[in-house]
């Protein structure tokens, strides 16, 4: 399994996945699961997956496969004219993947995958979307400005509770490591090290990227801080009155 986070703020989007996979307790791999295709001036798109390793593999392979040689395998990501048609194609090439498994007598549930995508193309502004295995997908709003993929349960209380759309980027890291390290504690299929990443609206190139490590002092400060602040709101909180009727 794992734990993926797509944030659309004022100030542009930020992204955050873990990077273990696990077929059982006792076969647990780091994988890459964000990608980043950019052209400086013209558009930046990064694309964060959850579910089965093989699929989402696949789904990359041919889409940086169609980079290369785009007049003979095209449509290729960078000839895409919106976040839209973007995400058009993404979903066709999952829906496609997820076909040739089902077309070769293999359970086709069993090889899903979600993917979250989120960049922008000059001429637009940047968007984010949530692509379903089935090839469709939906975008955010303010409504709704983030999706999370994977395990998702432990770590969206705090999101929900905090997150504000004027978040500053550094903000917006801290409040995902909290996120991500409830997560961590509830659930080993999730781990580190952990790949972050942030797009400026309109900047049209590459922003800040890290992969934050198990042993990182700024998570480490987060992960006890968090557990601190926890319990002392734990005590805060007023007791229980036992009353008899």
Same mark, same amino acid.
């Given at each position: 399994?794992?734990?993926?986070?797509?944030?659309?703020?004022?100030?542009?989007?930020?992204?955050?996945?873990?990077t273990?996979?696990?077929?059982?307790?006792?076969?647990?791999s780091?994988?890459?699961?964000?990608?980043?295709?950019?052209?400086?001036?013209?558009?930046?798109?990064?694309?964060?997956?959850?579910?089965?390793?093989?699929?989402?593999?696949?789904?990359i392979?041919?889409?940086?496969?169609?980079?290369?040689?785009?007049?003979?395998?095209?449509?290729? @990501?960078y &000839?895409?004219? +919106?976040?839209? !048609?973007? =995400?058009?194609?993404? #979903?066709?090439? $999952?829906?496609?993947? @997820?076909? &040739?498994?089902? +077309?070769?007598? !293999?359970? =086709?549930d069993?090889? #899903?995958?979600? $993917?979250?995508?989120?960049?922008?193309?000059?001429?637009?502004?940047?968007?984010?979307?949530?692509?379903?295995?089935?090839?469709?997908?939906i975008?955010a709003?303010?409504?709704?400005?983030?999706?999370?993929?994977?395990?998702?349960?432990?770590?969206?209380?705090?999101?929900?509770?905090?997150?504000?759309?004027?978040?500053?980027?550094?903000?917006?890291?801290?409040?995902?490591?909290?996120?991500?390290?409830?997560?961590?504690?509830?659930?080993?299929?999730?781990?580190?090290?952990?790949?972050?990443?942030?797009?400026?609206?309109?900047?049209?190139?590459?922003?800040?990227?890290?992969?934050?490590?198990?042993?990182?002092?700024?998570?480490?400060?987060?992960?006890?801080?968090?557990?601190?602040?926890?319990?002392?709101?734990?005590?805060s909180?007023?007791?229980?009155?036992?009353?008899?009727?």
């Amino acid at each position: 399994m794992t734990y993926c986070v797509g944030l659309k703020l004022d100030r542009g989007l930020v992204f955050m996945s873990d990077t273990r996979t696990n077929a059982g307790v006792d076969n647990i791999s780091t994988f890459k699961k964000m990608y980043t295709w950019a052209k400086t001036g013209d558009r930046v798109i990064t694309l964060i997956s959850s579910g089965n390793l093989a699929t989402t593999q696949a789904v990359i392979s041919i889409l940086n496969e169609r980079t290369k040689e785009p007049s003979e395998r095209s449509p290729s @990501i960078y &000839e895409m004219p +919106s976040m839209f !048609q973007t =995400a058009r194609l993404v #979903g066709d090439t $999952i829906r496609h993947v @997820i076909d &040739e498994v089902d +077309s070769g007598g !293999q359970r =086709a549930d069993s090889f #899903g995958a979600s $993917i979250i995508l989120g960049g922008q193309i000059k001429g637009g502004d940047p968007r984010l979307f949530l692509i379903y295995p089935e090839g469709n997908f939906i975008e955010a709003t303010p409504d709704t400005p983030f999706f999370q993929i994977g395990e998702h349960k432990y770590g969206k209380p705090i999101i929900v509770r905090s997150y504000d759309p004027a978040l500053t980027f550094e903000e917006a890291t801290k409040l995902l490591l909290v996120s991500f390290d409830s997560t961590l504690k509830s659930n080993l299929s999730v781990g580190l090290p952990l790949d972050l990443q942030f797009y400026e609206s309109d900047s049209l190139k590459l922003g800040f990227e890290k992969r934050i490590e198990r042993h990182d002092p700024y998570y480490e400060m987060i992960s006890d801080g968090w557990s601190q602040a926890l319990k002392l709101a734990f005590q805060s909180l007023p007791p229980f009155e036992i009353k008899n009727d």
